[in-house]
């Protein structure tokens, strides 16, 4: 992994200055790869598979420990909407962390670990209580039950010691998991009140989080030594839905993996949605790299057009704890510096709904996207009509370096 960190840090200096989306470097891709899609069932014990494949894989991605090996994470499982009910058709699927090795142009899965609570259980993807989306069956039928272990988990890395760091959008949490996938400690916001889990919940994060819109908690992280950056993924529904809706005020935690504490918080403004040909409430971030030094690569999104900006918090304000009204507006407060570095809409080929971001050098990127699982609609016997999108992991070759 240090490999890695190294190839990261030696980005610290990419700082292109590009007046505007298009003039982002040329770039192309050089591997593209499909990831396995087993039943469901044979990918780990569940009741009733509904014809879902195994997907929803490209929701995190990071390097492992060699070459052409990567860390990646599924997110709640599958589900859908019918109307304005959250369907969970395979329900008692368990949020898994797989490790994908590619070799000779063909990526497998080499490791599967299931995430558990302390005495071994499966979690679930389910919302956890009262106040998060209401869990219905797969026909929209029968409200099933909250469960307090359930995550909605979204992007990964890895520390020095071997655990697993996870992003979550319930809570919005923070997960830190042994190598067996066991969590060792969910770290949530002051006054989540969770009862209930089958691992240590700890509230040291900030309050304010608890605003944030439906589906929309924590989405990037990155590590740099002990250090955590964490990413909501859309802007907090404060003081209400509306506004979160329109406005383009992100928010960047820091968060010190020795203590799950946060020591900084930082705005991150978004762009104009206009330029993304979207509307503002359509607008996400996804994926973080750390470059080091208090410098990011990330993600900024719709589900079809996806950019990496790199970011520098080394002259932003640090808000945390100041219970600003930052939604409504940053009046005297600096955001992060951000400048375009790579234009992803513009690479021919590249799919849609890009969430997981990693970097290997200067020069080359990895990306990764979410198929859902390939959810689209189910039939009157309950069998998923699967969408046919796949999941892929695809190499990029920038035409610049990024320094």
Not at 188 to 212: D, H, Q, S, W
């Amino acid at each position: 992994m240090k490999r890695f960190l190294a190839a990261g840090v030696a980005v610290i200096a990419a700082t292109l200055a590009v007046p505007d989306a298009h003039a982002a470097p040329a770039a192309k891709i050089i591997a593209d790869v499909e990831l396995p899609a087993p039943a469901l069932a044979a990918f780990q014990p569940v009741a009733d598979d509904r014809g879902v494949k195994l997907g929803g894989v490209g929701s995190g991605l990071f390097p492992a420990n060699r070459s052409g090996a990567f860390w990646m994470v599924t997110d709640r499982g599958p589900n859908g909407e019918l109307g304005d009910k959250r369907t969970f058709p395979v329900a008692d699927f368990a949020p898994a962390i797989v490790r994908v090795e590619v070799k000779k142009g063909k990526a497998v899965i080499a490791r599967s670990i299931t995430i558990k609570q302390s005495d071994g259980t499966p979690v679930t993807g389910l919302p956890n209580k009262e106040g998060h989306e209401k869990p219905y069956s797969w026909d929209g039928q029968d409200v099933l039950p909250y469960d307090p272990n359930g995550v909605d988990t979204e992007d990964i890395v890895r520390d020095r010691s071997g655990n697993f760091w996870v992003v979550e959008e319930y809570g919005p949490s923070l997960l830190k998991i042994a190598g067996d996938g066991r969590v060792l400690a969910r770290y949530v916001p002051k006054g989540m009140g969770l009862k209930g889990a089958g691992y240590p919940v700890i509230e040291t994060l900030p309050e304010i989080l608890l605003k944030r819109q439906d589906n929309r908690g924590f989405e990037g992280l990155a590590i740099d030594g002990d250090r955590l950056y964490l990413a909501v993924q859309s802007p907090l529904a404060n003081p209400d839905a509306k506004t979160g809706k329109s406005s383009k005020t992100g928010r960047l935690l820091v968060v010190d993996l020795r203590t799950g504490k946060p020591t900084a918080e930082h705005v991150y403004r978004f762009e104009d949605a206009a330029s993304f040909k979207a509307e503002q409430k359509d607008l996400k971030i996804s994926g973080l790299v750390a470059l080091g030094k208090g410098r990011l690569l990330v993600e900024e999104r719709t589900d079809a057009v996806a950019r990496l900006y790199t970011v520098d918090l080394r002259k932003a304000t640090d808000v945390l704890g100041k219970n600003l009204p930052l939604e409504t507006g940053t009046e005297g407060v600096t955001p992060v510096a951000k400048r375009l570095a790579v234009d992803l809409e513009a690479i021919p080929g590249v799919p849609d709904k890009i969430e997981g971001v990693a970097l290997l050098d200067a020069r080359t990127l990895v990306i990764a996207n979410d198929n859902d699982f390939g959810v689209g609609e189910f039939g009157q016997d309950g069998r998923l009509k699967d969408s046919g999108v796949r999941s892929r992991i695809l190499t990029i070759r920038l035409a610049e370096s990024l320094h």
